[in-house]
Structure formats: structure tokens, C-alpha cells
């Protein structure tokens, strides 16, 4: 943790301004403090326990007056796990908070407005989470195998029992889990688990620092069978990842060349997606197949539309747009996503669909020699869909512009670098900013993805 501990910790009382992009509470007057577990409005005491340049850290000691949109949270291990950070939010007022971040980094980052704020897309609240990286280490004193997330505000794992968050069955699985790396000879060197449920079978993947033995494989493959789960295992990179067959199967730790592959559907567009374990699909699987509807919708595609999909990954929105566009280039700089999209593009039957590989952190312009060398950029496009990590799409602004695409789409995991870009492409190549909004990808959390459509002035 950084900052400097302060030496006096005095207690205040003050009221709660609004919430920090990762969910505390923040008191202003003087030096900033930012106060977890505080909701905005709330008269608190709490003491300053950190002290970093621009804001101090703090603890909640009394809440005095509740927020009217406080409730108690669900989960007993809330507040030490760090899996979730707004559980003792409401999740309307929790949407309603993602709202004005949103709009806040519009206004201060990108200097932006869209003529239209879209009504938020939402899903479950619980039971989401179909996708993630699960921590295990064995802990001498408890003599087990603790499993779960990080903890909020150490580097250990949280020692939980169940977790409502994660997709079913997986939130159930977290003490069998438990107790069966505890019975493996190699219970210490045993880190992590990833986790991956798909529409026809739930995948765990374990990480294995040494090799297990066949007792060890014997047990992993019991596992599998009586929780009705596949398990893999990595023991290096990850192209070393193989699926151990089930109890019974002969070669025992021998990978399943028969199992069907791991898929998801979107119903709406008759698309089914496979996929392995570690790939990037969206974490909950209602508000993807919602985004992905309202993103069609609002590009207005039609038999004469080129769309070219930028961080296509294994095809989640481009196979879904070439059921109405005349033709769909992906580009992604992961092969192996590149490699399944082109496979999913054959299982889908979408021949107006093609995929390229390439680096999108130094992307060449339209025209340019490197440009007219790369495939993907020797076409004309109407429309541009950018769906890029975290640190945005910044490196691909000019190249975009340079295509003069009716329609942008950009779909984001991140308000601020969002608004940045959007606002390059506003104030600097002239786009118009049409619409925007939320999707509450992460409930319990202070994520969330948003979109955005540009059209061309």
C-alpha cells in the first residue's frame, strides 16, 4: 500500500460528497479524503489513517446518518474481499453513480455531450460473473487452502466460503474447492484457478507450478466429475493448457480430444461463439447479448455497409453485425483470438466476414506505404466499431478518422480513456457525438462499460 501512515490518527465528522472511480466515499474541505464503505451523503465520523500528496486515506468508524439508498450488504465476507466494492449500495443508486462518473469524465476529461444520454442496459445482479481468476494459496495456521479474490486492502486472499457474484454453479464451489486442493500433495504450488462458464459446460483451469502426481490427478479428475465441471491444467505458458479426462478415461491426465468446445450463444442474431478457458468474453453474458443488440441497432446496418471491427477479439460483435452488414473486417492483435474468430466465422457461416492480425498500438494511415501494405486498410468503410482495453484507442483515432466512416461505434471498459478519445474525435476531426451511455457489465463493483456513436459531420 502507498502513502505514508500518519502518525495521528485524529477522528472528524463530516458529510460524503460523492464516491471515488473505485467506490469510496470522499469528504472534501481541506485535504480530500477518500473513506471506504461511506456512501455519498452520509454524515460519518471516520479517521485519516494514510497520507498521500493530493488526498489522504481513512477508516469508517460510524456511519450517523445513513444514504436512503444504503442497504445491508448481501455477502458477510463484503468489505474484507475485494471481489466487490458497492454492496452496500442499492444497485439502482449504484447505476445511477456509474451514470454521473460517466458524465463527469465527458464533461472534464473530453469536453463532450452526446445530443442523447441512452437509457442504461442492466442485468443481473447476482449470479453474473462468468469469467474469472480465482487466488489459492495454503495457509499453514488453517491448515487449507484458502480460495477466493484478493483482499481489498491487502495482497491476501480473502478467506471465503461461497461467492454470490460468480455464475452458477461456481459461486457454490468455493469450499469444495477448498478442501480438495487441501488433499493435493501439491496444495502449495497451487496459485490460482481461472474460471470460465459457458452455455454447455463450466471450465476450471488450474495453474500448476510443479507437476502432480497421480494421486493428485486421480483427485482433480474425481473433482471434476462430482461437481459436473471440466478441469484443465497449466503448468507453463499458456499454450500448455490441456483438459484431464474424466474419472474412468483411459491415459488418466490425458487431455479430452472428444469434448465439445466451449461455446456461447447470442440468440438473437442465431450466433453461437466458441471459445477456450482463458480467452476475453465479456463477464456477464445477459448485458453482452444487450450491448451487442443495441450496438446493431444503432449502427443501422444494411446490405450495402463495410464495417471494419477494431479489437474484434474472437468475434463477439462482428459475426453478429455480418448478419446484416454486406461485409465485416475484424482486426485484433491476438492470433490465437484471430484464429478462433475465422473458425467461428466458418461455424457461423458468415462469408462476409474476414479477420486480420495486427498491432493496434502503432497502426499505419490509409494511404500511407504501410498502409496500402496492410489488407485491412486497402477498403473503403462506412462504419468503424472500436471496442478496445482499458488504456483506450488513442493510437487508432487518426487512422479512423482517415477512413471517413459514416457511423463510430466505440464501446469502452474505462470512462476516462473513453473520454478522451472522444473527445479527439470530436474536437479534433470534426465527428459528432449522437448518443451514449451506460451498461452495468459489473454489478457490486465500481466498473462498468460504456458505448458511444459518432456519426461523421
Known amino acids: 500500500m502507498s502513502g505514508r501512515r500518519l502518525a495521528v490518527q485524529t477522528v472528524e465528522a463530516a458529510t460524503v460528497a460523492g464516491l471515488t472511480h473505485t467506490g469510496e466515499g470522499i469528504v472534501r474541505g481541506g485535504k480530500t479524503v477518500f473513506v471506504p464503505g461511506a456512501l455519498p451523503g452520509e454524515s460519518i465520523r471516520f479517521r485519516r489513517t494514510r497520507s498521500h500528496r493530493q488526498h489522504d486515506e481513512a477508516e469508517l468508524l460510524e456511519v450517523l446518518e445513513p444514504a436512503p439508498a444504503r442497504v445491508l450488504p448481501r455477502c458477510p465476507h463484503f468489505g474484507v474481499c475485494g471481489g466487490c466494492a458497492l454492496q452496500h449500495l442499492s444497485p439502482e443508486a449504484q447505476l445511477e453513480a456509474k451514470q454521473t462518473e460517466l458524465r463527469d469524465n465527458f464533461d472534464r476529461v473530453g469536453r463532450v455531450t452526446p445530443k442523447t444520454w441512452l437509457p442504461p442496459l442492466r442485468g443481473p445482479v447476482w449470479g453474473y460473473r462468468r469469467r474469472a481468476r480465482l487466488g489459492a494459496k495454503f495457509v499453514t495456521k488453517k491448515g487449507r487452502v484458502v480460495v477466493g479474490f484478493r483482499e481489498r486492502l491487502a495482497p491476501y486472499i480473502a478467506d471465503v466460503r461461497h461467492c454470490d457474484v460468480l455464475a452458477a454453479p461456481v459461486g457454490d464451489l468455493i469450499t469444495p474447492l477448498s478442501d480438495m ?121 444494411t446490405p450495402s455497409s463495410r464495417v ?91 487512422s479512423v478518422a482517415a477512413l471517413e466512416p459514416q457511423r463510430v461505434l466505440y464501446i469502452s471498459c474505462h470512462p476516462g480513456s473513453l473520454a478522451r478519445d472522444l473527445g479527439v474525435l470530436v474536437n479534433e476531426h470534426g465527428f459528432t457525438l449522437e448518443a451514449a451511455g451506460v451498461l452495468d457489465m459489473f454489478p457490486h463493483t465500481a466498473h462498468f462499460e460504456s458505448l458511444a456513436l459518432l456519426t461523421a459531420r
Open 181 to 301: 486442493l487441501t488433499g493435493l500433495s501439491i496444495r502449495e504450488r497451487v496459485p490460482q484457478i481461472e474460471v470460465a462458464v459457458a452455455d454447455n459446460a463450466v471450465a476450471l483451469v488450474f495453474r500448476v507450478l510443479d507437476a502432480p502426481s497421480a494421486a493428485d490427478l486421480e483427485r482433480l479428475r474425481e473433482f471434476g466429475t462430482a461437481q459436473a465441471v471440466r478441469v484443465y491444467l497449466q503448468p507453463k505458458g499458456l499454450d500448455s493448457i490441456h483438459e484431464l479426462g474424466p474419472v474412468g478415461e483411459e491415459g488418466g491426465g490425458a487431455a479430452r480430444g472428444g469434448a465439445p468446445p466451449l461455446h456461447y450463444r447470442l440468440p438473437k442474431f442465431a450466433v453461437q461463439l466458441e471459445f477456450v478457458p482463458t480467452d476475453f468474453i465479456q463477464i456477464n453474458g445477459p448485458v453482452n447479448e444487450e450491448l451487442v443488440s443495441r450496438a446493431v441497432e444503432l449502427l443501422e446496418l
Open 308 to 398: 471494419l471491427d477494431l479489437y474484434c477479439g474472437l468475434g463477439n460483435f462482428t459475426l453478429a453485425m455480418a448478419k446484416s452488414a454486406g461485409r465485416v473486417v475484424g482486426v485484433e492483435g491476438d492470433a490465437a483470438l484471430v484464429a478462433r474468430a475465422r473458425h467461428n466465422a466458418q461455424l457461423n457461416r458468415c462469408e462476409n466476414a474476414e479477420f486480420h492480425v495486427a498491432d493496434l498500438a502503432q497502426p499505419p494511415l490509409p494511404g500511407s506505404a504501410a498502409g496500402k501494405a496492410a489488407p485491412w486498410l486497402r477498403e473503403a468503410y462506412t462504419h468503424v466499431v472500436l471496442d478496445p482495453p482499458r488504456v483506450g484507442a488513442r493510437e487508432v483515432l487518426a
